[in-house]
């Protein structure tokens, strides 16, 4: 009875442990991890090869809120296969319960779109491996179900964006598409993008923009910028 009680609490302490080991941070490398899914096995991130790359946690198949996020995905995701993205949804349910839940959800017609495909895979985590490797279980929360997470990984498999919201709440699929699109326009320019940016607005500038020989030499460079304050530098893009 002893040695069956010491695995219990050896087993737990070593469930604790993990749980609490650091997640992955921004500008780290994203952890690979094999899996099944919808669409075969996947190794995550490695199988999307050179494209931006999403992880997308969720609680528990064939709930309300999580229905409403995937069939907003499914409705994005030419959109986001434009930008050069792919994405992949995890939970802690089995792939087969992944498929019972996808062929439902390609049956609906949410707000009137009509039916969408769902082509991204959906990769099964019931050993909570990749849960635990990504920090997707909040203790407080839930040991069993994810909280509802969101890392965006750039070509080179390195972390550059990093969300968690709670279970309640649904996920602004919209916003997400605006911060990878912020992310390839500030890598791109190298340049930073201000609060509440959308695709065409001003850019800030890392550094002074132009010296007085650059501007002597082209006096026009004064009308491709303005300055707020001492430090904000702004690209006019309009």
Not at 160 to 172: K, T
Not at 219 to 238: N, S
Request: proline letters at 5%; hydrophobic letters at 35%; charged letters at 20%.
């Amino acid at each position: 009875m002893r040695i069956y009680t010491l695995l219990i609490v050896i087993f737990f302490v070593g469930t604790l442990h993990s749980q609490n080991k650091q997640i992955p941070l921004i500008g780290s490398q994203a952890p690979s991890f094999t899996t099944q899914s919808t669409n075969g096995e996947f190794t995550f991130p490695n199988d999307f090869e050179k494209s931006w790359k999403i992880l997308f946690s969720h609680p528990k198949d064939f709930t309300p809120v999580c229905s409403s996020e995937l069939l907003e995905l499914a409705y994005l995701q030419n959109d986001l296969k434009s930008l050069n993205v792919q994405f992949a949804v995890i939970s802690t349910d089995n792939v087969s319960q992944h498929n019972m839940w996808k062929a439902h959800l390609e049956e609906l017609d949410y707000k009137g779109r009509g039916q969408q495909q769902i082509l991204f895979p959906i990769l099964e985590d019931s050993n909570k491996k990749a849960s635990i490797l990504y920090g997707m279980l909040h203790a407080p929360t839930s040991t069993s179900h994810d909280i509802r997470g969101v890392y965006i990984i750039d070509p080179n498999n390195i972390v550059r964006s990093i969300n968690f919201y709670p279970v309640e709440i649904g996920r602004n699929i919209l916003e997400i598409e605006r911060t990878i699109v912020a992310l390839q326009t500030a890598d791109e320019r190298k340049m930073l993008t201000p609060a509440n940016w959308e695709k065409g607005d001003d850019l800030l500038m890392m550094h002074y923009p132009y010296t007085k020989e650059e501007l002597a030499n082209n006096p026009e460079l004064e009308l491709e910028y303005y300055q707020v304050g001492d430090r904000m530098w702004f690209k006019k893009e309009k």
